[in-house]
């Protein structure tokens, strides 16, 4: 339960109905929410509503370590998908006769 010196910040979200009344919830609590004619009145059933709620609730922190996602290479699953493929060796050895013979023009 919380103490009487136990004291931290929550946000009030406000809203106006079409009809002019006021909603009041509270962001950080789930189902926490009033609805009042004025927007003084809404504040004031808000912070009661959190003080009932709150009167037998434990707060406590938790800290939670993410891992990071291992990131693989998106290359990898292609490694050596051509390996014993006769008509690739075939291919890569004429495009490598091709660059030789760029590189040679070019001396």
């Known amino acids: 339960m ?3 010196t136990s004291a931290f910040n929550l946000h ?3 809203e106006q ?8 919830s509270i962001a950080e ?26 009167s037998s609730v434990e707060v406590l922190p938790l800290e939670i370590s993410l891992k990071e996602p291992v990131r693989e290479n998106p290359w990898t699953e292609f490694i050596g998908m051509f390996e014993g ?23």
């Open 2 to 4: 919380l103490s009487s």
């Open 12 to 14: 009030v979200l406000l």
């Open 17 to 24: 109905t079409a009809t002019g009344r006021t909603i009041a």
């Open 29 to 54: 609590l789930a189902n926490c929410q009033v609805e009042a004619d004025t927007r003084k009145e809404a504040l004031q059933a808000i912070q009661e509503l959190v003080s009932d709620r709150l």
């Open 85 to 107: 493929d006769a008509e690739f060796a075939q291919m890569a050895a004429q495009w490598q006769a091709e660059r030789d013979q760029d590189a040679d023009d070019a001396i």
